[in-house]
C-alpha cells in the first residue's frame, strides 16, 4: 500500500505562483510514473502532468508553458511549479502514482488551489 501526501495548495491571486509537492511512502516496490490531476467544482477530474521514473514528462495543453512537473526518485516525490496562474486553474489537485512492475495505482487526498482574479 502507498501513502501519498501533498502540500503546497492555497490562495494565490491570477498571474501568481505556487509548488506543490507530494510524498510517496508505505511501498517496498518501485515508484512508476507520477503525476497531478486536478478536479474543478461539477466537471470530472483531469489530467495535468504526469512524470515517468526516467523524466519523460506529459502535460495538459492547457498548463503547457505555465506548469512544470518534476520528482526526486531518492525522496520519491513530485513537485508541480504552477506559474502564471488563471482563475481557471481553481480546482482540487490530487497527486497520483504508480507501482512498478504491475502498475497499481494510488490517489493522494487533495489539496485545494484557488486563483483570485
Known amino acids: 500500500q502507498v501513502q501519498l501526501v501533498e502540500s503546497g495548495g492555497g490562495l494565490v491571486q491570477a498571474g501568481g505562483s505556487l509548488r506543490l509537492s507530494c510524498a510517496a511512502s508505505?511501498?517496498?516496490?518501485?515508484?512508476?510514473?507520477m503525476g497531478w490531476y486536478h478536479q474543478a467544482p461539477g466537471k470530472q477530474r483531469e489530467l495535468v502532468a504526469t512524470i515517468g521514473s526516467g523524466g519523460n514528462t506529459n502535460y495538459a495543453d492547457s498548463v503547457k508553458g505555465r506548469f512544470t512537473i518534476s520528482r526526486d526518485n531518492t525522496k520519491n516525490t513530485v513537485y508541480l511549479q504552477m506559474n502564471s496562474l488563471k482563475s481557471e486553474d481553481t480546482a482540487v489537485y490530487y497527486c497520483?502514482?504508480?507501482?512498478?512492475?504491475?502498475?497499481?495505482?494510488?490517489w493522494g487526498q487533495g489539496t485545494q488551489v484557488t486563483v483570485s482574479s
Open positions: 497520483a502514482a504508480e507501482t512498478l512492475p504491475f502498475r497499481n495505482h494510488y
Open positions: 508505505g511501498s517496498r516496490l518501485s515508484i512508476g510514473t
